[in-house]
């Protein structure tokens, strides 16, 4: 646990320079009404300020948007933020209409001019700030798809924002799966996974950002976040920590 590790490249950081683990939560807008409706009970045992509030809070904005016909109703997500921002919880951007900024195929060919994508960004804050969703300081910008090229990265910091993403190898982002995709990884298979990269990694999960999705699809009944209790303790007996980035 001595060892400190940081993997940086053209303005993204992928591994925080810190002995200990962090573990990132992302979510979006998929089944997030539902997704932190369940979310909220793990909260809850973890400590979450004025649990009661919060979950008719929850409750009633499900009802009004289930009544629409739409569970994921604007409603419900801006309730979210909000409370999420209360609770302490670090709230950023992940661009506003989740843009492919390369190709799959071809990694350094670009698909968004530099006007797109900084639009695009300042888009984003721009309706966190409009719901007072933002949390104080935000500068980290998490990439859609989690994929760019050093280009989008120079361009976010140019922008004074740094782009961060998972650690490469942890593979719990694999979570958003769904059973009928041909790269469905089970909660099992992630968690089987997350434990073999951090024995086999010299490096260990030091440092590393894990990420774990708040949103998926309904489809996916099989939620990682149920394993976050298993991970905490499991991952808290071999001397790691969970850190704030």
């Given at each position: 646990?001595?060892?400190?590790?940081?993997?940086?490249?053209?303005?993204?950081?992928?591994?925080?320079?810190?002995?200990?683990?962090?573990?990132?939560?992302?979510?979006?807008?998929?089944?997030?009404?539902?997704?932190?409706?369940?979310?909220?009970?793990?909260?809850?045992?973890?400590?979450?300020?004025?649990?009661?509030?919060?979950?008719?809070?929850?409750?009633?904005?499900?009802?009004?948007?289930?009544?629409?016909?739409?569970?994921?109703?604007?409603?419900?997500?801006?309730?979210?933020?909000?409370?999420?921002?209360?609770?302490?919880?670090?709230?950023?951007?992940?661009?506003?209409?989740?843009?492919?900024y390369a190709s799959w195929e071809k990694r350094d060919s670009l698909l968004v001019p530099r006007d797109l994508f900084e639009s695009d960004l300042k888009s984003n804050y721009m309706e966190l700030e409009k719901i007072k969703a933002l949390s104080?300081?935000?500068?980290?910008?998490?990439?859609?798809?989690?994929?760019?090229?050093?280009?989008?990265?120079?361009?976010?910091?140019?922008?004074?924002?740094?782009?961060?993403?998972?650690?490469?190898?942890?593979?719990?982002?694999?979570?958003?799966?769904?059973?009928?995709?041909?790269?469905?990884?089970?909660?099992?298979?992630?968690?089987?996974?997350?434990?073999?990269?951090?024995?086999?990694?010299?490096?260990?999960?030091?440092?590393?950002?894990?990420?774990?999705?708040?949103?998926?699809h309904p489809d996916r009944t099989d939620k990682f976040y149920y394993k976050l209790n298993e991970i905490i303790k499991y991952f808290s007996l071999k001397g790691y920590t969970f850190k704030r980035l």
């Amino acid at each position: 646990m001595d060892r400190k590790e940081i993997i940086q490249e053209v303005n993204k950081i992928l591994r925080n320079d810190i002995k200990e683990q962090i573990l990132e939560n992302k979510s979006k807008n998929k089944d997030i009404g539902g997704d932190y409706s369940e979310f909220f009970t793990f909260m809850k045992e973890r400590g979450m300020k004025d649990p009661k509030k919060f979950a008719a809070m929850v409750n009633k904005a499900k009802k009004i948007a289930e009544k629409k016909g739409k569970p994921n109703d604007k409603k419900v997500i801006i309730g979210i933020l909000k409370q999420m921002v209360q609770d302490h919880h670090f709230v950023g951007p992940h661009s506003d209409k989740h843009l492919l900024y390369a190709s799959w195929e071809k990694r350094d060919s670009l698909l968004v001019p530099r006007d797109l994508f900084e639009s695009d960004l300042k888009s984003n804050y721009m309706e966190l700030e409009k719901i007072k969703a933002l949390s104080d300081g935000t500068k980290y910008f998490l990439p859609p798809y989690e994929y760019y090229n050093s280009a989008i990265a120079s361009w976010a910091a140019n922008m004074g924002v740094t782009l961060i993403n998972l650690t490469p190898g942890t593979g719990t982002n694999a979570d958003y799966t769904t059973p009928g995709m041909k790269n469905y990884r089970s909660s099992d298979e992630l968690l089987a996974r997350l434990k073999n990269f951090e024995s086999s990694a010299e490096e260990g999960l030091n440092g590393s950002f894990i990420l774990i999705h708040l949103g998926t699809h309904p489809d996916r009944t099989d939620k990682f976040y149920y394993k976050l209790n298993e991970i905490i303790k499991y991952f808290s007996l071999k001397g790691y920590t969970f850190k704030r980035l």
